[in-house]
């Protein structure tokens, strides 16, 4: 298996196709490998554009989604609705391998899949690190959209921002210190949607006023 690339070299801040940091989860992964040979069972690279605008911070890789196919949502349910929603706004166009997505990044707070979906506060801290060099070698980003509460605090941790100034609300905007806007939304996972937490509509207008604010916003 080999890292998954953006042109020739990994993206920077992708971890380790064996990263030690997190011991629950590389016993997750370990027990993985056994069991799914054929899965990409790795830290979930980075996708995207590195010369994005928007870049989009989800959780987690999902077990038979992002942690399957080695891209981030790519084979979930909380996929299938970002990327379908994304297609709509002529974000995203699928090719028979994978997800293009021309102008954007999408990454996750942590890069490993985790039992559960859940990941732990340690964990969400250790990958930190990654999240923060990958979000800082997008020299042209203005916004970021994060999906869910813990997508939030990692961008705010990984830009430079002091937690408790921005509180998570869906649709909330907020502008860190480095000028970037952070625009929070309810993750689409397929919880929120059974729940009606949140709807096909409400993440789209979360990206229509995303794409405005890439576009036109200060
Ligand atoms: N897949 C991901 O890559 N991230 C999420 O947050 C959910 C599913």
Redesign the pocket.
């Known amino acids: 298996m080999t890292d998954e690339t953006i042109g020739e070299t990994p993206f920077p801040g992708t971890p380790p196709t064996d990263c030690p940091l997190c011991p629950r989860l590389v016993a997750y992964r370990a027990e993985q490998r056994l069991r799914h040979p054929g899965w990409w069972n790795a830290p979930?690279p980075p996708l995207g554009d590195p010369q994005a605008r928007m870049a989009i911070v989800?959780?987690?890789?999902?077990l038979k989604?992002?942690n399957r196919t080695g891209?981030?949502?790519?084979g979930?349910d909380?996929?299938k609705l970002?990327f379908a929603t994304l297609a709509e706004l002529g974000l995203a166009t699928e090719t028979p391998e994978r997800w293009d997505v021309p102008g954007l990044f999408?990454t996750?707070?942590v890069a490993c899949a985790p039992p559960g979906?859940l990941p732990e506060t340690g964990e969400k801290h250790a990958c930190r690190a990654f999240l923060a060099t990958q979000l800082s070698a997008l020299p042209a980003l203005r916004v970021v959209v994060a999906?869910?509460e813990t997508?939030h605090q990692a961008a705010i941790k990984a830009i430079g921002g002091k937690l408790p100034k921005y509180r998570f609300g869906h649709g909330a905007v907020h502008k860190l210190p480095s000028g970037v806007l952070l625009v929070d939304s309810y993750?689409?996972?397929r919880l929120n949607l059974n729940t009606g937490t949140i709807t096909p509509e409400m993440l789209k207008a979360i990206f229509v006023a995303a794409l405005e604010l890439t576009n036109h916003g200060n």
Do not use: E, R, T, Y
């Open positions: 979930v989800g959780l987690a890789p999902g989604g992002a891209q981030p949502f790519h979930d909380a996929g970002l999408i996750n707070a979906n999906l869910g997508a993750h689409p996972s």
